[in-house]
């Protein structure tokens, strides 16, 4: 400070300008979660999700894993999906991790599924084409072994 004979008085309406000033600004960090439990229920009904985007993985067995590493560490996490997909992404690149291959795979319409027929087939990267709808089909379902 330039001024060394600074009066308590100053600094303090500074230092209470300064914080009305943090306290207008919402701070971004701070977002409002659900629960444990709620994210884990969430997790759990998007098991099919997982299942596409990591398709080698056995998404029920590493959810058990983390839950079970989770409770024996006595560990908290602010965003369980977050940690989740993270726990997902290392688990297929561990050495030795054999890939679970699935048996095939079920394109369907997104539109209309009453009146197209569903097709089923081994491999991942098929394109089907739907009459009815005349638009493409998209992974609906993985069927494992």
């Known amino acids: 400070m330039k001024n060394k004979d600074a009066n308590l008085n100053e600094i303090l309406a500074r230092l209470?300008?300064?914080?009305?000033?943090l306290e207008e600004i919402a701070?971004?960090?701070?977002?409002?979660?659900?629960?444990?439990?709620?994210?884990?229920?969430?997790?759990?009904?998007?098991?099919d999700v997982w299942a596409q985007k990591f398709p080698s993985i056995d998404i029920e067995f590493e959810l058990a894993k983390m839950l079970?590493?989770?409770?024996a560490t006595n560990k908290r996490k602010k965003d369980y999906r977050a940690f989740f997909r993270n726990?997902?992404?290392?688990?297929t690149n561990t050495v030795g991790n054999d890939p679970v291959a699935p048996q095939?795979?079920?394109y369907s319409c997104a539109?209309?599924?009453?009146?197209?027929?569903?097709?089923?087939?081994?491999?991942?990267?098929?394109?089907?084409?739907?009459?009815e709808c005349n638009k493409i089909k998209a992974i609906t379902k993985v069927t494992r072994s």
């Open 16 to 21: 209470k300008k300064i914080e009305t000033r």
């Open 68 to 71: 079970d590493w989770l409770k």
């Open 111 to 131: 539109i209309d599924k009453a009146n197209c027929k569903d097709e089923i087939s081994s491999f991942k990267d098929m394109s089907f084409y739907c009459d």
């Open 104 to 106: 095939s795979y079920t």
């Open 87 to 91: 726990w997902l992404r290392k688990s």
């Open 27 to 47: 701070p971004v960090s701070k977002r409002k979660l659900p629960s444990k439990k709620d994210q884990i229920a969430q997790i759990n009904s998007e098991i």
